[in-house]
C-alpha cells in the first residue's frame, strides 16, 4: 500500500470563496458583475449631546433612512491601532533635531507611545457603508476559466463606465444624507479597498506587512486566448 494515495480530491482555490473579481477604479466588482463602493464615515459622540439633540439626530438618520430606494450595507471594523506613520515622522523629526534636549524628549516621547500600545490594546473603530449597484440580469458575458461554483460575469469598458455613473449617484445620495446629521464621508479609493479587504481577510497579516501601492505594480496582465 502505497504511503502517499494517488487518488487527489480536487481542492478548490482560496480565490473560489471570494465574492469579488477585481478592484478597478474605485470600485469593487464581484463574481457576478455586481458593483459596490465603500465610504468611511466619521463617528459621533451621541452620549455627549443633549436630549434635543439627540432626538434631532435619530429624526434625522430615520429620515434618511426612508429616503432611499437601494438597500446599503454598514459595516463597523475593530483593529489594533497602527501609528507606525506617525512614529516614523517623529523618529525623522528627532534625527534633524538640532536641539539636542528637543531630540532627547523626542525619543522618549515616541518610546512612550509604543509601550503605552503595547500594554493598553488600543483599538482602532472605522466605520463604512458599502453601497451597492445591483447590475440588470443576463448582461455580459461569463468567464469561461471561472473556476467558482458560479459563472463570473464579465462586463465591458462601456457596461462598466455606465453602471459606475449610477452608482456613483447612489454614493452622492448617501453623502448627502449623513452630511445633515453631522457625518463626513470620504470614498475609498483603489488602494483603500485594496488595504481593507485585505485587512478582513487577513487580520494578523495586515497588522505586521504593509501592501505595495497599487499604482508601483508593474507586473504583466495574464490574459488568456480563450478571451479573445
Known sequence: MALFGNNKKQVGSTQDTLKFA??????????DGNLRQILLCSSINFALKSEQEQNAIVYAYQNFLNSLNFPIQILMQSKKLDLSNYLKKLSEKA??????????????????????????????????????????PK???????????EPQTLLSNDEFTTYTKELEQRVQVIETGLGTIGIRTAKLNTQQLIELLYGVYNPEEANKEKLTEAENLTGEVVKSELLK
Open 22 to 31: 477585481e478592484i478597478r477604479n474605485d470600485t469593487v466588482v464581484l463574481k
Open 95 to 136: 534625527g534633524s533635531q538640532p536641539n539636542e534636549l528637543l531630540r532627547s524628549q523626542t525619543l522618549d516621547y515616541i518610546d512612550f507611545i509604543k509601550r503605552l500600545i503595547n500594554l493598553a490594546n488600543i483599538m482602532d473603530k472605522r466605520f463604512y457603508v458599502v453601497v451597492p449597484f445591483i447590475i440588470p
Open 139 to 149: 448582461v455580459g458575458p461569463t468567464n469561461p476559466l471561472s473556476r467558482g461554483s
